[in-house]
């Protein structure tokens, strides 16, 4: 029985985000789980020591956290996953199935189109002015809050946009 060569989804390049992007081979249906987000599974003290954003001017790494004591870091042993860039209008989400995270297309894509997903970062609390923009988001899209940093949820549960 012979295996047939999956066509990959995505293709990386230079990005008008940040770096460098993911962006879509051929067309990628709502709901197609596109990638599994791989790496080096370590608990969040080794991603801190790795990634320390203390001095960074704009914050940069390739840590996932999987739940409070495990993140994946994805600049060790990780896949093209890692270049998948934040944004506030994203067309992807990450997914935790039993402690894998997989990137899923939130609505269709189309080929050419930079693949996002909401990073949805917690950092510090309270924030600063300087926290926001040392997570600035540059997204560019019409409902960019300007931070990848996570709104934080109303009093009623609801998280504002």
Known sequence: MSKI?????????????????????????????????????????????????????????????????ICIDAGRQGNDARFINHSCDPNCQAVDDGGRIFIEALRNIQPGAELTYDYSLVGPRPRTKADKARYACFCGSENCRGTMLAPFPARNGHVPR
Do not use: C
């Open 5 to 69: 060569a999956h066509e990959p989804y995505f293709v990386v390049s230079r990005s008008g985000i940040h770096g460098k992007g993911a962006f879509a081979m051929r067309r990628i249906r709502k709901g197609t789980r596109i990638v599994e987000y791989v790496g080096e599974r370590v608990p969040h003290s080794v991603g801190d020591q790795r990634y320390p954003d203390v001095g960074q001017r704009h914050y940069h790494t390739f840590l996932f956290a999987v739940d409070d004591e």
